[in-house]
């Protein structure tokens, strides 16, 4: 299966990696062309045990590449995993500046059906939120897009431990062939 991963920080490049190794053929899209780069050239831009040999061993198989080129990105694949950062506002709430700049980024370069993943952490109700503003700017009928949620529960130094052997796997969304 072709799957972007959109957003190549810690979960990002772990769960792109992951995916790589598990046979399907990826790409790590990020904004960030220096940290494409990096990843290109098998440095990773953070530490996590066994992170690093797994980047060099799939950059070797060519199941993976990392790009800043978004239509490419955006359209070279089934699946599109948004895993990019929502940080806290001062009031304590979920920023989703990064989401909602990822949705313009797949309205601009939508090409066929496409199956939305959210790996981000985000509040209840984000997927609805995340589906109106795509229908507000694609022609839903032409593209159809199914939004899913699945977050992560990696913890940093077991990150690679965690993937393969999750606690527990959440996934959800509004139609189940698509889950």
Sequence with gaps: MKITVIGSGYVGTTTALVLS???HEVIGYDVDTL???MLN??????????LDQLLQ??????????TSDS??????SEILMISVGTPATL?????LTYIQQVMDVIAAHINDHKIVVTKSTVPIGTNRWMKQQLEETIDTNKYHIELISNPEFLREGSALHDSYHPSRTVIGGEIT???
């Design 21 to 23: 190794d598990l046979g």
């Design 177 to 179: 062939s698509a889950i």
């Design 35 to 37: 940290k494409v780069k």
């Design 41 to 50: 050239n098998g440095m990773l831009p953070f530490r996590e045990p066994g």
């Design 57 to 66: 061993e799939q950059l070797k198989s060519g199941r993976i590449i990392f």
């Design 91 to 95: 009031s304590g709430n979920a920023d």
């Design 71 to 76: 239509r490419f990105a955006i359209t070279q």
